[in-house]
């Protein structure tokens, strides 16, 4: 079965920057490349929510909370997806994922707090 290890997370002041990684293995030969792959967030009582997602051509689609501000990436050689988090706010503050979208795989999560 697919494993996703995500990476990145911590304590950021306001306006800071962090990136997150997200690390695919035992993908069983088939390559990493054909996935579509997306980052969800969520706090506390709420829903998951859609942060971003990255097709396997590389078109990229992201919420509008975060447009101007995140960047969504892949290394298919590495067989990573990343989350460049610029200007950081407060209200991004969340347990990050990341989500295979073909095959309905979810990493751990990895802690994101931004302080103000």
């Known amino acids: 079965q697919v494993q996703l290890v995500e990476s990145g997370g911590g304590l950021v002041q306001q306006g800071g920057s962090l990136r997150l990684a997200c690390a695919a293995s035992?993908?069983?030969?088939?390559?990493?490349?054909?996935?579509?792959m997306a980052w969800y967030r969520q706090v506390p009582g709420k829903q998951r929510e859609l942060v971003a997602k990255?097709?396997?051509?590389?078109?990229?689609t992201y919420a509008d909370s975060v447009k101007g501000r995140f960047t969504i990436s892949r290394d298919n050689t590495k067989k990573t997806v990343y989350l460049q988090m610029n200007s950081l706010k407060p209200e991004d503050t969340a347990a990050y994922y990341c989500?295979?979208?073909?095959?309905?795989?979810w990493g751990q999560g990895t802690q994101v707090t931004v302080s103000s």
């Open positions: 989500y295979d979208m073909s095959r309905s795989y």
């Open positions: 035992r993908t069983s030969g088939i390559a990493f490349s054909i996935y579509p």
């Open positions: 990255i097709t396997n051509s590389g078109s990229t």
